[in-house]
């Protein structure tokens, strides 16, 4: 069972413009969903997160925009550079525990 | 003390053999867990530690895989009589949980197991 599906598999994306990853969950018990970007052959790192009761977060070129009577959330990617080529995956948690549900990723290629 | 260091970072090894890989997590963070990356495909839970207990498995952890935490610290997970399905990226993290407050993972680089 897919708790956290993740959508689009990849998008290619010219040096300027805009990424938008999309993710949608089930569980709503989830209480923090962060964002990971992953390079190949490295493990992920963090890069931005929300808790349920905020509808948006920015980090610098990053936002993340949240639904909760929708159960989703996106990453926005403003400005997009070739070093953000790299694999995201939206998570979904469950306090107790601190477990974490990962979608199934999105490969990015910016284009200078 | 920069990070999750994981070993070793590439092992290929022939099916039915045993493996064992090695996670030192941050010092200060109680919390350690262990995550199965296949290619293409997001992190899978496995299990975690807080300190030295073992306090939740996955049910993709077979009797095949056992976990330790010896005296809270570093942590190993072996693989028994490995399968080519075991072939994956194995993933550690640690986090600090102080309270109720559950803190943010960091990752280390991963071991790459291949089972030929």
């Known amino acids: 069972q897919q708790q956290v599906k993740q959508s689009p598999q990849s998008l290619i994306v010219q040096k300027g413009g805009i990424s938008i990853i999309n993710c949608a969950y089930e569980n709503t018990a989830f209480d923090y969903f962060p964002w990971y970007q992953q390079f190949p052959g490295k493990g992920p790192a963090l890069l931005i997160a929300?808790?349920?009761?905020?509808s948006e977060k920015k980090e610098g070129r990053f936002t993340i925009s949240f639904n909760k009577s929708a159960k989703q959330f996106s990453l926005h990617i403003m400005d997009s550079q070739p070093g953000d080529s790299a694999t995201y995956f939206c998570a979904a948690r469950v306090d107790a525990g601190n477990k974490l549900t990962f979608g199934g990723g999105t490969r990015v290629l910016v284009k200078p | 003390d920069t990070g999750v260091s994981q070993d070793p970072r590439h092992k290929i090894t022939k099916r039915g053999q045993n493996v064992t890989f090695r996670c030192d997590p941050i010092s200060e963070h109680n919390r350690l867990y262990w995550y199965r990356q296949t290619l293409g495909q997001g992190p899978e839970f496995l299990t975690y530690f807080q300190n030295e207990a073992q306090l939740e498995k996955s049910r993709l952890l077979s009797d095949r895989f056992s976990a330790e935490r010896p005296k809270g610290s570093f942590s190993t997970l072996e693989i028994q009589r490995t399968e080519q399905g075991d072939s994956a990226m194995y993933l550690c993290?640690?986090?600090?949980?102080?309270?109720?407050?559950?803190?943010?993972?960091?990752f280390g680089s991963g071991t790459r197991l291949t089972v030929v």
């Open positions: 993290a640690s986090s600090s949980q102080g309270g109720t407050v559950n803190y943010g993972y960091t």
């Open positions: 929300i808790r349920p009761d905020v």
